[in-house]
């Protein structure tokens, strides 16, 4: 039987940048992934930030707004469901 191989979509460590945080997105090239962010994992509601379709594997996404909250998470997703 052959083996298929799927990317493991991540988000790489962020890092602060200019007045925003700087996540790096890597997964399959020319595939649009949704990144997320939400400031309680207890009851997380998740709101859909970017819309990026990553070139050569990765796309770079910057939250200007990170200093706002004094938590804050993130995770990238293949469909744009802002849920639980």
Known sequence: MP???CPLLQI???????????????????????????VDLAAPVWTSLATNTPVNGTSSFSDPQWMDRPVRYYRATTNNVATR
Not at 23 to 38: E, H, I, K, P
């Open 3 to 5: 083996s298929i191989s």
């Open 12 to 38: 790489l460590p962020a890092r602060v940048a200019g007045n925003g945080v700087q996540l790096t997105v890597s997964w399959a090239a020319n595939r649009t992934v949704f990144v997320q962010a939400c």
